[in-house]
């Protein structure tokens, strides 16, 4: 892992908007359940059903099996007024990482 530049309290150069927070997580390669990470600052920005509209994709850390990070990946309903539960997968620290930085 390396540490990672932020700007605007964001990491540089992520498809993911990896909010500085987590920091010590990109570095580390540990991540925590319920850790979630939204594709775009708006998430943060915006009320929530304004950046449902314009959401694509949610990652959730969901859990653990052995040393492999369960992952969510939600997208908007619909009628765009709740998140669906899109796939799941089962990926490393690196993984989930490479994810954030270069997109599903």
């Known amino acids: 892992m390396k540490k990672q530049n932020f700007k605007d309290g964001f990491a540089v150069g992520f498809s ?5 927070a987590f920091s010590d997580s990109l570095e580390k390669g540990v991540f925590n359940q319920g850790d979630t990470f ?5 998430a943060y920005k915006l009320e929530w059903a304004r950046y449902l509209k314009k959401a694509k994709h949610i990652l959730q850390v969901d859990g653990f099996t052995g040393s492999k990070i369960n992952l969510k990946v939600l997208t908007p ?3 765009k007024n709740s998140v669906l539960e899109k796939e799941r997968r089962c990926v490393s620290s690196d993984e989930l990482i490479e994810i954030l930085e ?3």
């Open 38 to 42: 939204y594709d775009s600052p708006d």
């Open 77 to 79: 309903s619909p009628d």
């Open 16 to 20: 993911f908007a990896v909010p500085d």
């Open 102 to 104: 270069k997109g599903l």
